[in-house]
């Protein structure tokens, strides 16, 4: 057996979007998956110029689900089933897009005469064939109904599933792991083989996993089985990621996902003709369908 503990190292697409970089690490051409993360981007960290912030106009969804957690900042979320809410650092926002929903994503208007700071992880997660077509949905978990779990020189919050022994109050739409992990100065965190697929993200400062130093904004896939454990010399912040494998391969075509072609046809349709319900306090403006998308696209 190998005694290198990564069975694969996922560098990321670094994308600067006027005033913010965004860092892409899933999919790649390599590896779409990891458990039911089909989509894995670091926001920031920035500061965002006095007087501006992040406008992302309504756009649609099928067959995901999405899931925003900050470390630094605020967005107002608002979707087309009236939900209007504010993430803020260590709370989740997840939406279940199922059979289609539209959200838009904005910086609070009381927070861009300052700058408003900008700093976390937005994922997809797909859903299982048999849940794909599920009312669309929307669930907000605070900071403080997080589990935390304590190791020496560390901190664990629980973002999705059940680790070192404690379970998130989030819906998991099947067997998912998320954690958000913080290494003080000389600490430790253990990762046990509890998922087929795992994966682990160095979001800012140092950290290594079984002696071997991890690069920033990078994702590494654990071994199958194997129990490692992650250190920091001058503290560190790690996402941990995983869950079962899918249950067959996914359709990717800008924000649609789903595991037939045929739906994701129907849905560019959809959104074209304006036949997606728009938030209902943000309908005045949209991103139209796209000629040639700019996110992701597969097969």
């Known amino acids: 057996m190998s005694d290198d503990p990564f069975l694969q190292t996922l560098l990321p697409a670094t994308h600067d ?32 110029a006095p007087g501006t912030g992040i406008d992302v106009r309504p756009h649609p969804h099928i067959n995901l689900a999405t899931v925003t957690y900050l470390f630094a900042g605020a967005i107002d979320h608002r979707d087309s089933l009236g939900t209007v809410a504010r993430i803020e650092p260590g709370a989740v926002n997840l939406m279940t897009a199922g059979s289609g929903i539209a959200h838009s994503e904005r910086s609070p208007a009381e927070l861009r005469p300052a700058g408003p700071d900008l700093s976390g992880i937005q994922t997809w997660l797909a859903l299982p064939s048999d849940k794909e077509e599920m009312d669309p949905a929307f669930e907000h978990v605070a900071r403080d109904d997080l589990p935390q779990v304590e190791a020496p020189g560390a901190i664990a919050r629980v973002v999705m599933g059940t680790l070192w022994g404690a379970t998130s109050p989030v819906t998991c739409h099947s067997h998912t792991i998320y954690a958000d992990i913080h290494l003080f100065t000389g600490g430790a965190m253990p990762i046990e083989p509890d998922a087929d697929e795992r994966a682990v993200f160095l979001a800012e400062g140092d950290a290594s996993l079984e002696g071997i130093e991890l690069a920033p904004s990078t994702l590494y896939l654990l ?17 941990l990621c995983g869950g079962a494998p899918l249950d067959g391969p996914r359709h990717v075509w800008w924000n649609f996902v789903s595991s037939r072609r045929e739906r994701i046809e129907q849905a560019k349709q959809d959104w074209k003709a304006g036949r997606f319900r728009l938030p209902p306090d943000d309908h005045d403006e949209f991103i139209p369908l796209p000629e040639v998308p700019t996110t992701v696209t597969y097969p």
Do not use: W, Y
């Not at 071994?223 to 560190?236: E, M, V």
């Open 17 to 48: 979007l006027g005033g913010f970089k965004v860092h892409r690490v899933l999919p790649k051409r390599e590896r779409r998956t990891i458990g039911p993360f089909i989509f894995f981007d670091q926001m920031g960290p920035s500061k965002l």
């Open 223 to 239: 071994r199958p089985g194997i129990a490692a454990t992650l250190r920091s010399t001058h503290g560190g912040h790690v996402m």
